[in-house]
């Protein structure tokens, strides 16, 4: 199902404007409205829920990487191009784990993997 809330966040942003009120309140009524609008879309919310997560972690990451870099006695400089480094050679393989992903080869093995795991486990606990 294809969310809408694009065309009716226009159409409200488009009657907003024809009335006369404070723009902080206009714009905080339209975040609350486009909030609302992303909630009853699942798909959405969901991606902005993982987005959130998925970024803070990153965030963290690079906090605690700098901090041990530096205390190690890595210059910063050093570690603020590592840090880049990192981040600039890991999008390419986001980019080809994504490729990969959506391989059928690939998505039998991971199939067959997880059968494994699940097997194994329950041999284990018998």
Do not use: W
Request: proline share 2%; hydrophobic share 50%; glycine share 10%.
């Amino acid at each position: 199902m294809r969310c809408r809330f694009f065309t009716a966040s226009r159409q409200r942003l488009a009657a907003s404007e024809s009335t006369d009120f404070s723009p902080v309140r206009g714009a905080l009524g339209r975040l609350r409205e486009t909030l609302r609008d992303v909630c009853n879309c699942q798909r959405t919310f969901l991606l902005l829920v993982a987005f959130l997560l998925s970024n803070d972690g990153f965030g963290a990451i690079g906090r605690m990487a700098a901090v041990y870099g530096t205390e190690l006695g890595i210059g910063q400089g050093v570690v603020i191009g590592a840090i880049l480094m990192v981040q600039f050679i890991g999008i390419h393989f986001a980019f080809l784990f994504g490729r990969l992903a959506s391989c059928p080869a690939t998505i039998r093995m991971a199939a067959k993997i997880i059968d494994v795991d699940q097997a194994s486990r329950y041999r284990c606990q018998a």
